[in-house]
């Protein structure tokens, strides 16, 4: 499956975007799916996943301004960002795996199918 990210911008502080996900080549029903983020500078870390059994898990700091979420009938993964905040600022990925654990754990490195990322900038 390829993955193809798309949305991503420059928004100041308190403002909002929404990530789009396009899945090629398979369909996301037999995998989980997910974000996660790579700030400048820093390590990439887990930002949001739906494990198969559609069980979702938040990253603490994003928890209640950011909603993911998936439209199996376009093969489509989103991710609505809302008061966003200039610690935000990153390159956003999306990702796949077949099993369930990178979802539930938002450990990025268990996901094995990656986007290529799109770049989110928050100016305070």
């Known amino acids: 499956v390829r993955l193809v990210e798309s949305g991503g911008g420059s928004v100041q502080a308190g403002g909002s975007l929404r990530l789009s996900c396009v899945a090629s080549g398979s369909t996301y029903r037999t995998y989980c799916v997910g974000w996660f983020r790579q700030p400048p500078g820093k390590e990439r870390e887990g930002v949001a996943g739906?494990?198969?059994?559609?069980?979702?898990t938040y990253a603490d700091s994003v928890k209640g301004r950011f909603t993911i979420s998936q439209d199996n009938a376009k093969n489509t993964l989103f991710l609505e960002m809302n008061s966003l905040r200039p610690e935000d600022t990153a390159t956003y990925y999306c990702?796949?795996?077949?099993?369930?654990?990178?979802?539930?754990?938002?450990?990025?490195?268990?996901?094995?199918?990656r986007g290529k990322g799109t770049q989110v900038t928050v100016s305070s």
């Open positions: 739906i494990s198969k059994d559609e069980r979702i």
């Open positions: 990702a796949a795996d077949l099993g369930n654990w990178a979802c539930k754990s938002l450990d990025w490195t268990q996901f094995s199918i």
